[in-house]
């Protein structure tokens, strides 16, 4: 492979100047990668590794001496254990969250978060969704390099601290409400970073003093949450109160799964596995709603491979980016699963998957896939509204089949989302939760009046 352009120019950008071609012969690129191909399980995880500590028995030690403050899950959030890998504990908050949202959802996926809130009212759980929170930073630490420890824990502990202080504004005890991430970069960022700063006192130091001069410390000390709870995990111990209000058959749609990387490779030891789902050999969340919602779900050989995002990957050579989300996982569940939606729980992977379809139309890879985050298949499955709740018209890749197969008339939901336009264009808007909820301190803050009566409010 020539590693120079036609004008002279450098073919490799984006990765530094260590970035050389390998010129492996397809024998020896064969080898190199033939990982990706062996089968990979919760067996295999366990195999000849060694067990990892839990960070926890750190946390609580470092509680114990005075150095931190954990935020603890108590009778106000109803936590539900759940197992993960090695069998831990791991408790999950079931009600009086707080909504840390994700910036690619809201700026590619707006359906994602909205169907997480609709399901939320749909089941009466308590939340708070306010706008007193900021970016985790990951995607700029991953893909560019430029960020670093130090301020990706600071807004790490700024953001749950905000989370921890929000119910004041209600009227509530700071703590009542505990964050759900909805992003599985924050998910994996946010889990590394706890265990970086149990394990350097350095990096505590450090992000103390930044977050002493935001006011966010609690008692002078750095707080802690008990668990990083992603939001894929609150669907899947909720799973089965979600089944009761489903409305819609699922039980002829194919579905296959993706599991993120940053939800479930990185801090591996954190997540959620269940032996009623795949025989506890993958990890539970998603599989496990599927499931439950009546879906056949459908195994692939690639169920493993990252969908090719990779951060850096889509900043710097796109198509590698194209090519590997066709190639390994949107053609494979097509011809070898022959699936009718491909399921994921995480943004740069339902944007990945979704958004690059179209260009394997110009090497004759026409492989129409609907890419789905969870959340929103099982909003379908209750009855929202495909267009004005769960948006699939944000979506690239084609999805009018699946709500064929479905029995959802797409031609009269779109008739009907046209004419809800008309409506908002005319000033008549409708909300899932109360903006005057959302802003809890600042100039624009108005405190609510009856709160209870209000959507996502705490009781």
């Keep these: 492979m020539d590693d120079k352009h036609n004008d002279g120019s450098p073919a490799f950008t984006g990765f530094g100047a260590e970035w050389r071609p390998s010129n492996l012969t397809p024998t020896e690129a064969k080898a190199a990668t033939s990982w990706v191909e062996a089968k990979i399980d919760r067996r295999s995880m366990l195999t000849n590794k060694g067990r990892v500590a839990d960070i926890r028995d750190a946390m609580w030690q470092l509680e114990k001496d005075g150095e931190i403050l954990v935020h603890r899950l108590d009778e106000r959030h109803e936590p539900v254990v759940a197992r993960t890998l090695y069998g831990w504990e791991k408790r999950i908050p079931t009600t009086n969250l707080w909504h840390h949202k994700s910036c690619g959802q809201c700026g590619n996926i707006p359906g994602y978060p909205s169907s997480v809130m609709w399901l939320m009212n749909k089941l009466g759980t308590r939340y708070i969704d306010e706008t007193d929170q900021t970016s985790c930073t990951a995607w700029n630490y991953h893909g560019s390099g430029i960020g670093n420890v130090v301020s990706l824990a600071a807004v790490f502990l700024r953001n749950f601290h905000q989370a921890y202080v929000s119910a004041k504004a209600h009227g509530l005890p700071i703590g009542t409400y505990y964050p759900l991430v909805h992003c599985g970069t924050s998910f994996g960022n946010y889990k590394e970073m706890r265990i970086f700063l149990m394990h350097s006192a350095e990096l505590r130091e450090q992000v103390k003093k930044i977050l002493g001069k935001l006011g966010r410390l609690v008692d002078g000390k750095l707080l802690i949450p008990e668990e990083v709870v992603h939001y894929s995990e609150w669907l899947h111990i909720m799973r089965d109160r979600i089944k009761q209000h489903q409305v819609i058959d699922v039980s002829n749609i194919r579905a296959t799964i993706h599991p993120a990387c940053h939800v479930y490779k990185m801090v591996p030891e954190d997540v959620i596995y269940d032996d009623t789902v795949m025989d506890g050999n993958r990890v539970a969340v998603s599989t496990g709603l599927m499931q439950t919602l009546g879906a056949q779900v459908i195994d692939y050989s690639t169920w493993y491979d990252c969908c090719g995002f990779g951060f850096r990957h889509i900043i710097g050579e ?84 699946l709500l064929e197969k479905l029995g959802i008339d797409w031609q009269k939901a779109k008739i009907e989302f046209e004419q809800y336009l008309d409506e908002v264009k005319a000033g008549r808007i409708e909300t899932l939760y109360d903006p005057k909820r959302a802003i809890t301190s600042g100039p624009g803050y108005i405190k609510p009046k009856a709160v209870a009566a209000l959507p996502g409010a705490a009781e």
């Design 318 to 401: 796109r198509e590698f980016t194209r090519s590997f989300a066709i190639d390994r996982k949107i053609k494979v569940a097509v011809d070898e699963a022959r699936a009718d939606v491909m399921v994921g729980h995480d943004t740069g992977c339902i944007t990945t998957l979704d958004k690059n379809q179209w260009i394997g139309k110009a090497v004759d890879k026409v492989y129409a896939l609907p890419i789905l985050a969870d959340c929103q298949f099982a909003a379908l499955a209750l009855g929202a509204h495909p267009y004005k709740l769960a948006q699939l018209h944000w979506h690239a890749s084609p999805f009018e089949g």
